[in-house]
């Protein structure tokens, strides 16, 4: 059990144009889910987090308007880069709380998404 | 600033040894310690999480240890094998909190045949 996806696995796009990438819990409701960066060999950097039906609490430092977060139901949440440009190519993670066992606290991570802008 | 310091960056087993990353925080709000597994091209994945009110945690061949007085908790991974390969990340939460994760830097483990 929970599971998390995220669709699409890799995209490339040309600069100026959005993306958005979709992250679904598949067999449990997520409350909360989470939106993290990592870039080559670092570790995640949380970008924002969204409760369901409500607006997205961004990290400091993370452009709301170039990262527009949905939650709109308690299985999916989309991540959307606006007028991406090369230096957002990276790859990005979501992840679900889950208010089920084992824990409230326990975040399911998705597969990630390759955003490769040209 | 980082809120969870993890060592080390990486490290080097034989297959069978034993591998250990450590971990410490400075936030005593934290109460919750889970420790995800890496592997090249996706997501992290949940290997095995603690609370401070107990001082090891066993899953197979994963131990947590724990040491609230010390703020310390590491990862012992027995009988190392080459698919134990990968990055490992500690984290550290607490309710309040949003449930938000701060992140160690991650331990790249190569275990070699």
């Known amino acids: 059990g929970a599971v998390v996806s995220q669709h699409p696995s890799r995209v490339i796009c040309k600069s100026g144009t959005s993306v958005k990438i979709e992250c679904r819990s598949l067999d449990f409701q997520a409350t909360t889910m989470f939106w993290y960066r990592q870039f080559p060999k670092k570790s995640l950097m949380l970008m924002a987090t969204s409760n369901e039906g409500s607006k997205a609490t961004y990290e400091q430092g993370v452009e709301k308007d170039k990262f527009l977060i949905n939650h709109a139901s308690l299985t999916l949440s989309t991540l959307t880069v606006t007028s991406a440009h090369p230096e957002d190519s990276s790859f990005y993670i979501c992840?679900?709380?889950?208010?089920?066992?084992?824990?409230?606290?326990?975040?399911?991570f998705g597969p990630g998404t390759r955003l490769t802008v040209l | 600033q980082q809120q969870v310091k993890q060592s080390p960056q990486s490290l080097i087993v034989q297959k069978g040894g034993i591998s250990i990353i450590n971990c410490a925080y400075e936030?005593?709000?934290?109460?919750?310690f889970p420790w995800y597994q890496q592997f090249p091209g996706k997501g992290p994945a949940l290997l095995i999480a603690i609370r401070p009110d107990v001082s090891e945690k066993k899953e197979g061949r994963f131990t947590i240890s724990f040491n609230k007085s010390a703020k310390q908790f590491s990862l012992h991974i027995m009988d190392s094998q080459p698919g134990d390969s990968a990055t490992y990340f500690c984290a550290a939460s607490m309710r309040g909190g949003d449930y938000k994760l701060s992140f160690g830097a991650g331990t790249t483990v190569t275990v070699r045949a």
């Open positions: 936030n005593t709000a934290f109460d919750y």
């Open positions: 992840s679900a709380g889950t208010s089920g066992t084992p824990s409230t606290d326990t975040q399911y």
